[in-house]
């Protein structure tokens, strides 16, 4: 049943949606995901009853959100009012339009315009577009590494859906991105912690922390990678939350990956692969990694004693792979006897990663 929905997504997607004659205004301004881009995804992940409900929600608010955008093109009302099938692209993450009251980024929307070819609608460019501004430009000239990731951090911002439980990750891009959450602490219910560290330091700002048992899914998760591809697959466990990570990861409809410029790669595996072992198989796993040509290293403290995860596991650091095929080495390793969590998140794939680079932070959807 999945796939039947899947290929008919994908058809819409390959072969009506480049000739239906116009595109979301707030997708391209803000480069999220679009209505057909979030139905596959989750039907992709959460099967196709779930999917269908989450779908549905987005239309709804989708529906929303075009009739406030109409407010700033009156010349286009009769074309486009009360439209919204699944071939609207605007998203539904648009934090305001999931608040009644709070409208100031629907404003926003206003600026990207429309503009006309006889019956096609089509809008406009966005006036503003990531990098973010000239003076983000100027100022992260002179931005070291921690200062690239407070500035993508504070941009994450922007993805969190108020009045939502959210997923929050690990890592010191995760802290500041926490730290700033605590901004906003009073616009959200709560969040689900990928780790203990994670869970203090939520609870340290006084933001209520949920046990993952008690939430059936997240609108977002937002985290940092060791290491992000050209599609969106990741090496995560730098920290080693990873298993809580993808854990907190496979319950999000979305996930946006912050990182710094330095993680980006064309092919994963430059960073140790992560994998985290029940203690029991530490050595029968390490040597299934070796025959596969890695090179597994014990993950140690400084003083030498075993690094001991927040699940009680190991972790072997895997050196010298060359990860062509994320998913599929994903999936080989995962299912040795005693890995726990393999650090490739190629099927719980970023959605959306915000990179901070010299020239400010950009937006990628994949
Ligand atoms: O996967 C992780 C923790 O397990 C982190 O997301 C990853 O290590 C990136 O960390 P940082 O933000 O400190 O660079």
């Given at each position: 049943m999945r796939w039947i929905f899947l290929s008919v997504i994908r058809f819409y997607q390959l072969y009506i949606s480049p000739h239906k004659g116009f595109e979301c205004a707030f997708r391209i301004h803000s480069g999220r995901a679009s209505c057909s881009k979030l139905g596959y995804r989750v039907i992709r992940r959460f099967g196709t009853l779930k999917g269908l409900i989450l779908l549905q929600q987005r239309l709804l608010r989708c529906t929303e959100a075009n009739k406030k955008l109409i407010q700033f093109s009156t010349p286009y009302k009769s074309q486009q009012a009360g439209f919204c099938d699944a071939s609207c692209d605007i998203p539904s993450d648009c934090a305001c339009f999931e608040l009644s009251g709070e409208i100031a980024n629907c404003i926003d929307i206003g600026?990207?315009?429309?503009?006309?070819?006889?019956?096609?609608?089509?809008?406009?460019?966005?006036?503003?577009?990531?990098?973010?501004?000239?003076?983000?430009?100027?100022?992260?000239?002179?931005?070291?590494?921690?200062?690239?990731?407070?500035?993508?951090?504070?941009?994450?911002?922007?993805?969190?859906?108020?009045?939502?439980?959210?997923?929050?990750g690990t890592g010191s891009t995760a802290d500041l991105f926490i730290d700033e959450l605590a901004l906003i602490k009073d616009k959200i219910i709560g969040a689900i912690a990928s780790s203990e560290r994670t869970k203090q330091r939520l609870e340290g700002h006084g933001i209520q922390v949920f046990d993952v048992n008690e939430v059936e899914s997240v609108p977002v998760y937002i985290d940092g990678a060791d290491e992000i591809d050209t599609e969106?697959?990741?090496?995560?466990?730098?920290?080693?939350?990873?298993?809580?990570?993808?854990i907190c990861a496979s319950i999000a409809e979305q996930f946006i990956c912050i990182a710094d410029a330095s993680k980006e790669v064309n092919i994963l595996g430059?960073?140790?692969?992560?994998?985290?072992?029940?203690?029991?198989?530490?050595?029968?796993?390490?040597?299934?990694?070796?025959?596969?040509?890695?090179?597994?290293?014990?993950?140690?403290?400084?003083?030498?004693?075993?690094?001991?995860?927040?699940?009680?596991?190991?972790?072997?650091?895997?050196?010298?792979?060359?990860?062509?095929?994320?998913?599929?080495?994903?999936?080989?390793?995962?299912?040795?006897?005693?890995?726990?969590?393999?650090g490739i998140f190629a099927q719980n794939a970023a959605d959306i990663a915000l990179i901070a680079t010299a020239e400010g932070v950009k937006t990628i959807s994949y």
């Open positions: 600026s990207c315009g429309f503009t006309s070819k006889g019956n096609n609608l089509k809008y406009a460019r966005p006036l503003s577009i990531t990098p973010d501004s000239q003076s983000t430009f100027k100022a992260i000239k002179i931005m070291n590494q921690n200062e690239l990731k407070r500035l993508v951090a504070q941009k994450a911002i922007e993805y969190v859906p108020h009045n939502t439980i959210i997923g929050v969106g697959n990741m090496i995560k466990g730098g920290g080693a939350a990873h298993t809580r990570e993808k430059t960073f140790p692969l992560p994998v985290e072992v029940v203690p029991l198989a530490r050595e029968a796993v390490a040597r299934q990694l070796s025959d596969l040509g890695g090179r597994p290293v014990w993950r140690k403290h400084a003083d030498g004693t075993p690094l001991i995860t927040d699940n009680g596991c190991h972790i072997l650091d895997v050196h010298g792979l060359s990860i062509n095929e994320p998913l599929a080495l994903e999936i080989q390793l995962s299912i040795i006897p005693g890995v726990l969590t393999v």
